[in-house]
């Protein structure tokens, strides 16, 4: 293959090209709401996110204006400036919303109730006028400014640390911790032993004890809401963290054991043997052999298991509750595009926060999540 | 108490507990019941190796009893009851269900997510395989094509509904489809999520998105395990490139395609978090497993909830069934 390739520039290089085309294209959407986490939410819903790199011309929301009147020449003034210290630079504006753009930076323009007012391009304003303004409704003004690239961490100090009521991404994150954790712990050590059991003791019923866990391992977990919440409530669980370890414990058992006996049924028999000639208990042969060889597998079982618990949605809506001290990441995120979901700002810093630690994971253990799919998928 | 420090001493309890548990009950059967000593030490050690494997069994047996295979038949008994699970009405919650537009509309969306997501995640799938196997950046590309894989389903949704973002005509897009629509000569933005039967499609590619990289691990491992002189035999032949994909090498690993089609397709009859998310089955989009959690928890009707699930049941059993013979198969 590598020679035929090599004889052929243009191919070698239509791989090149789609291959890296192939990437941009999934590795673009995740990109886009990366980048606009770290935006402000005027340039947010002003502009796409990929040209955030590019000075923006946009029209701003209206402005009121604001200041102390000061008397100077027998004139009554006031000075201020639109807007403090963001850099943007004024092209056009007006001072009625059905023409936003009436005026040129720099220009005066006379009001219907008798005052001059100017804007500058800095944003800076004079408004004068011969009577004194006490009492007038001051003029809003539109603005039509440029804006350089802004980036800036608020949008996850303000998902993180000043959350609206029922909205805290950073209590959602340990929650989600809390949930995971165990969830994925448990299950290791019980589906260890039976994997053992399963490809390494003779006894009757085995084969069909394999083929029933193959079998579970596609029953799909929506069989068990219900029948399992009744359960939980019989046995006085209830909705909590209890019963989403258990669920997620149950859930995770059967690609444990189907992945593990893979695993270990592929150890060689020799030492297994030996050490039982040698007078070891299958207890000893387990933990001090087998457990130990199966790191490989374990680990990315534990890796699939925690990136399961940590991204499921539907087992969290089903047996833990909805206040605060139960919510996790997916749910709080689903409430989110609920509740705020034109606010991008919000939404993609909490979902960058959401998708962290699963991605940190991922790109740290990749060698043992691909492994264990490679074991994992039923041939 | 605080979940934290639940958490912390659910570990310990549990762990503890396991590790407590097999050791103990081996101690038991080894020196109390069957000790291997006096008159019948050889029949006691017997004994004791039969006994030892249910021992190690016992913990998952129970976990997968009561967790997934006793839920099966609870779910079908609930199916054949009325709202609160108290009334026998046979088949009415099956009848009831086939007289709901909602209902055949999940059906109608199900079919179509079953023929276009594994179909699309295997093509693309395939395709990063290939294209990334022999170049020598491929490893960073199968990476970045994997890694959608370790982002929620929800995360996902959050991600896509940026690129389908729909602005007032007249001002900028922020998402870009839209953007691009509009930059094609599209003459206004359109509401993606909101136009009844395509948006559908719109929903799949958040989950072809996700699935490609699995398709891809799986099937760039079984590309390389096809035997070089085949494809050595082929280039002698004067096969082009094409050839040897289509007429070479994808032939040998159909075997890996059909597990990872029937992979997908198990996940795509679960599918929830994105519809949920997205458009939660509104505008003509809803599929089965989230007509089910409606029926369950907003509707509170246990009856037609369970039909519902036994229904994704029933259209999983083949694939279950296939599983099972293959992997019996495999252990003669």
């Known amino acids: 293959m590598d020679n035929i390739a090599g004889s052929k520039p243009a191919l070698v290089w239509a791989v090149h090209l789609s291959a890296a085309l192939l990437v941009a294209l999934w590795v673009f959407p995740t990109l886009g709401l990366f980048i606009s986490s770290f935006r402000t939410a005027d340039q947010i819903a002003s502009s796409g996110w990929w040209r955030s790199l590019s000075t923006q011309e946009a029209q701003m929301p209206a402005i009121r204006l604001k200041g102390e009147e000061v008397q100077r020449d027998g004139v009554y003034v006031i000075d201020g400036t639109l807007f403090d210290g963001a850099g943007a630079t004024i092209s056009r504006w007006g001072f009625n919303s059905k023409d936003p753009e009436a005026y040129a930076a720099g220009e005066t323009a006379a009001l219907p109730t008798g005052e001059a007012l100017t804007v500058t391009e800095t944003g800076a304003f004079t408004l004068s006028s011969t009577q004194t303004m006490a009492d007038l409704r001051m003029p809003r003004v539109f603005a039509t400014a440029s804006t350089p690239p802004q980036f800036t961490l608020n949008n996850y100090d303000t998902v993180l640390f000043k959350p609206a009521p029922g909205q805290s991404v950073g209590k959602a994150f340990l929650n989600t911790l809390t949930v995971s954790i165990p969830a994925t712990i448990i299950p290791i050590l019980i589906a260890a032993f039976a994997a053992y059991a399963l490809a390494w003791m003779e006894f009757p019923g085995r084969a069909l004890l394999v083929a029933a866990v193959v079998g579970l391992l596609v029953v799909p977990l929506q069989l068990a809401l219900i029948p399992l919440l009744q359960f939980h409530n019989m046995i006085g669980i209830g909705k909590g963290y209890l019963g989403v370890w258990l669920a997620h414990t149950g859930f995770g058992l059967p690609l444990a054991i189907y992945l593990l006996r893979n695993y270990m049924a592929g150890l060689p028999r020799d030492i297994i043997e030996n050490a039982k000639v040698d007078g070891a208990t299958d207890f000893q042969i387990f933990t001090k052999i087998i457990l130990p060889l199966s790191f490989p597998a374990l680990a990315s079982f534990a890796i699939f298991q925690f990136l399961w618990t940590w991204n499921d949605l539907l087992v969290a809506m089903v047996f833990l509750g909805t206040t605060e001290d139960q919510m996790v990441l997916t749910g709080t995120l689903l409430n989110l595009m609920g509740s705020r979901g034109g606010d991008w700002e919000i939404l993609s810093a909490s979902a960058f926060i959401s998708i962290a630690v699963p991605l940190a994971v991922f790109f740290a253990m990749q060698k043992y999540l691909v492994r264990g799919l490679l074991a994992g998928s039923v041939k | ?332």
């Not at chain 2, 030892?52 to 006793?70: C, S």
């Not at chain 2, 994997?146 to 949704?157: D, E, K, L, T, Y």
């Open chain 2, 1 to 332: 108490m605080h979940p934290a420090f639940q958490a912390v001493l659910t570990i310990v309890v549990g762990v503890g507990g396991c590790i407590g548990y097999f050791y103990f009950a081996n101690l038991v059967l080894d020196k109390v019941l069957f000790p291997a000593r006096g008159p019948q030490a050889g029949r006691n050690i017997n004994r004791a190796n039969m006994i030892r494997p249910w021992l190690f069994l016992l913990p998952a047996l129970i976990a997968l009893g009561l967790y997934l295979a006793y839920p099966v038949f609870a779910t079908l008994w609930l199916s054949l009851h009325d709202k609160t699970g108290e009334t026998f009405v046979g088949g009415a919650n099956y009848a009831q269900m086939m007289t709901e537009a909602k209902f055949w509309e999940s059906m109608r969306s199900n079919a179509l997510w079953l023929v276009v997501v594994p179909a699309a995640s295997t093509a693309f799938g395939l395709l990063a395989a290939q294209l990334t196997d022999r170049i020598w950046w491929g490893s960073i590309a199968k990476s970045l094509i994997f890694m959608p894989m370790a982002i929620s389903f929800v995360g996902a949704s959050v991600i896509w509904k940026l690129i389908y973002d729909v602005r007032p005509a007249g001002t900028d897009q922020i998402g870009i489809l839209n953007a691009v629509y509009l930059a094609l000569g599209g003459d206004a933005p359109q509401q993606w999520l909101q136009i009844p039967f395509w948006n559908n499609f719109f929903l799949m590619a958040v989950l072809v998105w996700i699935q490609s990289g699995f398709a891809m691990v799986i099937l760039s491992a079984a590309l390389r395990g096809v035997p070089e002189d085949t494809i050595e035999a082929a280039i002698l032949d004067g096969a082009n490139p094409f050839q040897i994909f289509f007429k070479i090498k994808v032939p040998q690993i159909m075997g890996t395609i059909i597990v990872v089609w029937t992979t997908i397709t198990i996940v795509v009859l679960k599918v929830f978090d994105i519809v949920r998310a997205m458009t939660n089955g509104q505008w003509e989009s809803q599929v089965l497993a989230n007509y089910m959690y409606d029926k369950l928890f907003t509707a509170s009707d246990w009856g037609v909830g369970s039909a519902a699930a036994m229904v994704i049941m029933a259209l999983v059993t083949p694939i279950l069934v296939w599983n099972v013979y293959n992997a019996r198969k495999e252990m003669r």
